[in-house]
T-cell receptor, first 117, second 114 residues
Framework: DGGITQSPKYLFRKEGQNVTLSCEQNLNHDAMYWYRQDPGQGLRLIYYSQIVNDFQKGDIAEGYSVSREKKESFPLTVTSAQKNPTAFYLCASSGASGRAVEADTQYFGPGTRLTVL | SQQGEEDPQALSIQEGENATMNCSYK?????LQWYRQNSGRGLVHLILIRSNEREKHSGRLRVTLDTSKKSSSLLITASRAADTASYFCATDSRGQGGSEKLVFGKGTKLTVNP
């Protein structure tokens, strides 16, 4: 049963705490992405990774960190430096690698809703 | 940096009617993609149209692309209540190191009334 999973579905954080959101895929995709979605808004790119052990900042990377130690996994840490972290976080993957000449179709996980208390 | 902009922001129609959503973008693209999002869920890919294509069909979906006007439209024919969702266009954008990434618009919220 192939796909992309995110956990937890809901996450509550106290101010000043770091939290890590999980994203796992078994689609054998090279590229993985993290997006943030605020109510009534589109998706904004936080970080993306085209290959293991490499990642690039997206449009809103401040206050976030990632790692890509395994092809299947791309966890996102929301640090205390992120001033307004309450949002819906979406992870995606695609088959495109750094050799792609155009963006490939992206497959999304179900999302994690993070609320800061 | 948001490239695609959907229009209208919200659309309410009756079941059986057609729904048309538009997307405009600013810079040259390799392809344009449409995605659907049910409330509180992840996005699902609907269709990809390349810059050298003008029209593409998939079931009840029809997508057109006009690169001279930098615009695309998504038509859903004979709509059903289950089509109620937000629809996003996404355009590809060259990022660091030559890698490609998608830039999403803010979406059109479609409501299909039974």
């Amino acid at each position: 049963d192939g796909g992309i999973t995110q956990s937890p579905k809901y996450l509550f954080r106290k101010e000043g705490q770091n939290v890590t959101l999980s994203c796992e895929q078994n689609l054998n995709h090279d590229a993985m992405y993290w997006y943030r979605q605020d109510p009534g808004q589109g998706l904004r790119l936080i970080y993306y990774s085209q290959i293991v052990n490499d990642f690039q900042k997206g449009d809103i990377a401040e206050g976030y960190s990632v790692s890509r130690e395994k092809k299947e996994s791309f966890p996102l840490t929301v640090t205390s430096a992120q001033k307004n972290p309450t949002a819906f976080y979406l992870c995606a993957s695609s088959g495109a690698s750094g050799r792609a000449v155009e963006a490939d179709t992206q497959y999304f996980g179900p999302g994690t809703r993070l609320t800061v208390l | 940096s948001q490239q695609g902009e959907e229009d209208p922001q919200a659309l309410s129609i009756q079941e059986g009617e057609n729904a048309t959503m538009n997307c405009s973008y600013k810079t040259s693209i390799n392809n344009l993609q449409w995605y659907r999002q049910n409330s509180g869920r992840g996005l699902v890919h609907l269709i990809l149209i390349r810059s050298n294509e003008r029209e593409k069909h998939s079931g009840r979906l029809r997508v057109t692309l006009d690169t001279s006007k930098k615009s695309s439209s998504l038509l859903i024919t004979a709509s059903r209540a289950a089509d109620t969702a937000s629809y996003f266009c996404a355009t590809d954008s060259r990022g660091q190191g030559g890698s490609e990434k998608l830039v999403f618009g803010k979406g059109t919220k479609l409501t299909v009334n039974p």
